[in-house]
């Protein structure tokens, strides 16, 4: 075989065991979900009702850039890279704006503690389940009004 066909096959293998790779982990979380202790993570907050009378805001907060704790027997750095949308409304556009900082903060604070195994398992839903509710404690520890609904994920990038 020449060398181009070589790297054909190479590159093939490696997309076919990435897919069986992916294709496993999804299957292995679906099955997570369906435990016991999955139902309380799934409803754990429920989702506030929308006011139609209001158009939404939404607040970007740009490259939040978290270096992940090392596992066991771990030499390498791993990183997490994220862009969160904030939703709000017109009245809560600019206190949002303002608290960027202080979100930025908590939101470094939040996704610092986990491990690459950790953050390579967890879905963009949960990323920002943990960080809704890491702000939520972090405004009632405070006893202010959080000036936005809900904090979605906009980029994810784990290495």
């Known amino acids: 075989m020449n060398s181009k066909m070589k790297m054909i096959v190479g590159v093939f293998a490696v997309v076919l065991v990435a897919a ?3 294709g496993g982990a999804m299957w292995w979380m679906k099955s997570q979900e369906a435990a016991p202790g999955a139902e309380k993570v799934a409803h754990a907050e429920p989702k506030k009702e929308k006011k139609s009378d209001k158009p939404a805001k939404y607040v970007t907060l740009d490259k939040v850039i978290v270096m992940l704790k090392r596992g066991p027997n771990e030499t390498t750095t791993h990183y997490l890279s994220t862009d ?3 939703a709000t409304d017109e009245e809560g ?3 949002t704006k303002e608290h960027l900082p202080l979100l930025r903060a908590v939101a470094v ?3 610092s503690a986990y491990t690459l ?3 390579s398992t967890m879905s963009v839903e949960q990323y920002a389940a943990q960080l809704n509710k890491t702000f939520n404690a972090s ?3 405070e006893e202010r009004e959080k ?3 809900e904090v979605m994920i906009g980029k994810l990038i784990v290495e």
């Open 117 to 119: 195994a950790e953050a």
């Open 20 to 22: 069986g790779a992916a």
């Open 109 to 111: 604070r939040s996704l």
């Open 147 to 149: 000036p936005f609904g």
């Open 139 to 141: 405004y009632a520890s």
């Open 84 to 86: 969160l949308v904030l």
């Open 93 to 95: 556009e600019k206190p």
